[in-house]
Structures are given as structure tokens and as C-alpha cells.
């Protein structure tokens, strides 16, 4: 592994974890992949209690969940905050235990890498060329040689799942309680804690493991990692040797990726370095006994639902024209009767200088903006799956719900939902608007 100077802590790199984030969400899909897995600390110095169903809240600027409160907690009770303390008209909905699915999984590593150790291989999601896309498109960029990626490892253990996954079955209640409470919500994080509404989430499921090493790499060299939890061992000497460990994990998989790609022509041979990698690869599984932690309490990936505002500067639009694209005449017309109208999205200005959150889900949120008169969308994270994309998806398949200006993505059988307008969905495809300075 590179000197320590050349090595960032992922955990003081607000760059370096947006990156991880965006990078293995496009090309593992479960959700939001969480840069730093540990739970926050409390004023005590100990670990608060880990990520829960209903939790809401924020990612830091240590990459951690942030909780802010959750939905299924009195006031005041288990760590919940005092009423005065929480948004206003905050209504506790009691969970519904009956209504969650709890799984376990056995995959090791999610990394986005041109090449892994072949007794890895099997364990990898992420690996290569056989990455699909639920969209039924490829990837936003093909593997190649050196290229930039974030690296997930969790401890693998011959006698547990490496991952356990929960989540909450009644997702339509969860956006259901997002689409009712979002501008409490946005007044409540914005006055308190300098938030945006952009910047909560409320939790909907999680993946948990026990140990974790987190890491982005240039495609041939580790630029930024961290790992946990730390919190188990007793000094800073048993907490470097478990850095040591995960160190010489990454090491191994970088040196063996680089070998891989160094190799010419499909029966190139490999060399002794490659063989010492492969032997480093075989021992590390026996050496992972200097690892602490057995507690499901590490946060891999989110499931959550997210609320997204439209943008408020106005510019006058000619209304004889069409609607700048993504934007419904029909809509604009409806709402202006042929008057200078019109919206533009220069995005929201985060408060107290952090970077505006973004993920996965951004193009779902625009989706239901674009067409829909919503002043806020809410959508859950598993619904990029269910995008309409085609033409005719959008006139047949695509339903939006609208209340109190709040919209979802919804379908035939809610009240109140409506299907897409042939009108709005051929606008939006084929006409452009033009701007009046």
C-alpha cells in the first residue's frame, strides 16, 4: 500500500465520497451506498443507536446518516426528540412489524474495477463487462484500463451472511406520509439546522454488515479509503493492525488489476508479481481473525424516500411559443392563459456552504416536475426501476398523483391519480421553447 501522506481518509473528503457514492450506485443498484457505514457518536462518545426503518435525516459531512428524528417514535421516547423539537405538526405513524421483509446475503465486495482476483470473481458484484442495467441500457461508461472507481469490501465470515437486509413492504405509506409532511419538513431542517429538503431522507430499509473498508481508486493506485468499525478496539494499536489488514485487501486487489491489464493479447502470460498477488489473495481470508466487530450495525446502503422542490426563478417565456423542453405547454398554458410565465432551473443554493445532495434518483424527481404543476416531487429510491421511458410507456404506463402541490409517482388504482396527456408527453419530446431576454 502507497505511504499514508499519498492516502486520504475517506472520511475528511467530502470530494472523495461523492464520488464513491455516484460511482457504485451506477453499477450496483441498492440504493444509496453510504461512504462512511459507522453510526454517529454521541455526547457520550459511544455510538448512537444504529440506522432504523423511519429513521430521517441526512448524510454529514463525515459521509455518516445524520438522524435527525423518526416517524415511528413518540416524542421523547427512545432517543426520539421533545415535541418542540421536532417539525411542526409532527404526527408519529406506529410501525407495522407485519410489514417488513428481512433478508441475508453473502456477497463480499461491490467494486467497480477493469479486473479481480479470480477466486474473488464469484463474490463481486460489479465486476467486469456482466454488469446490467435494469433499464435495459448500458452502462454510462464502458470498463477500460486505469479508470476511476470506489471499492466496497465487507468482512466475510464462513459462519454468518456478510449482509443483512431489511426493508419496509409498505413503501406507497412511507411516500404517502413524505408527500403529506415535506414542507414542515424543509421549514423545520432549514431553520434549525441550515438544511435543504433536498438534503433529507427518510429511511425506508438498509443493508447492514459488521466490518466494512470503504475506498476510491484512479485505476491504479488507492487514492482515499477508511474502514470500521473502530469503536471495538481497545487502543490505537489493535485499531492499526485491522487498518494493516484492509490496507493489504486493497493492495492485493489493485496489484492483481494492474497485472491483469499489463498482460498482452488474450494468452498473455502472467508474471511472478501475479502469482504473489494470487498467493496474498488466498491468505488474507485466514488473517481476518485481527478484525473486531460482530454487530449488524453498519450501514452499507439506504433505501429511503426523497423530496426534491421546483426551482422558483422566474423568466418571462413568449407563451405563443412552446415550453422549454421538460416543461409541458399544456401545463404552462393551463396556468398562465397565454401569459409571460415561466420556470428555470438554476437549482436551490444550500445553506451554511454544503454541496447540494444528489443521487440515483434525480432523474425520477425531474420526472414528476416535468410533468406534473408540482411545486415539490417525492419518490422512493426503488422507483428508478419503474421509470417510464419509452413514448408509449409515458401515455400508457405513467401515473401521477398531485396533492397540496405535492406529486408521486402512483398508479391506475390510486384516487386521484391521472395518467400522462398524449399532448404533454409529444411536447416534451419534439418542441422547445425559446427564452425572452
Known sequence: MHDDEYVEKLNRNPQQQRFFSKDLANWYWSGYPVPNPEPEIGPDGKPVARVEVGDVGYISSEGKFSRLFNMHLEPGVDGQPALFDLPKGFVCAPPKIRMRHWTCRNTSMYAHVPEAPENWREKIVGWGDRVQRSLGHEPPHRWRPNAPGAILIVDQNRWRATVQCEDALNVLHYTAYVQTHARSWHEFASSRYGLELE????????????????????????????????????????????????????????????????????????????????????????????????????????????????????????????????????????????????????????????????????????????????????????????????????????????????????????????????ARVFADMFLRAYIVE
Open 199 to 422: 438534503d433529507l431522507i427518510l429511511v425506508t430499509g438498509m443493508d447492514r454488515g459488521a466490518n466494512w473498508v470503504t475506498a476510491v481508486h484512479d485505476g491504479k493506485k488507492i487514492q482515499a479509503f477508511d474502514f470500521g468499525p473502530k469503536t471495538p478496539y481497545p487502543d490505537e494499536a489493535s485499531r492499526r493492525v485491522a487498518e494493516e489488514y484492509w490496507k493489504e485487501c486493497l493492495d492485493t486487489l489493485m496489484e492483481n488489476t494492474n497485472v491483469k491489464w499489463g498482460m498482452t493479447g488474450p494468452g498473455g502470460r502472467l508474471d511472478e508479481n501475479d502469482e504473489k498477488a494470487k498467493a496474498k489473495c488466498r491468505d488474507l481470508p485466514e488473517s481476518n481473525g485481527r478484525l473486531r466487530g460482530s454487530r449488524y450495525d453498519q450501514t452499507l446502503f439506504l433505501h429511503y424516500v426523497r423530496a426534491k422542490r421546483r426551482p422558483t426563478q422566474e423568466v418571462p417565456l413568449v407563451a405563443e411559443k412552446m415550453p422549454n423542453a421538460g416543461t409541458s405547454s399544456e401545463y404552462l398554458l393551463e396556468k398562465s392563459g397565454l401569459e409571460k410565465i415561466g420556470v428555470v432551473d438554476h437549482g436551490h443554493k444550500p445553506q451554511g456552504g454544503r454541496e447540494p445532495f444528489t443521487d440515483s434518483l434525480e432523474p425520477v424527481l425531474d420526472y414528476i416536475m416535468r410533468y406534473s404543476d408540482a411545486d415539490i416531487a417525492v419518490a422512493h429510491s426503488g422507483q428508478i426501476y419503474r421509470l417510464p421511458g419509452s413514448f408509449w410507456e409515458k401515455c400508457l404506463d405513467a401515473y401521477l398523483l398531485v396533492k397540496d402541490g405535492v406529486g408521486v409517482l402512483s398508479s391506475d388504482r390510486a384516487d386521484g391519480a391521472r395518467r400522462l396527456k398524449l
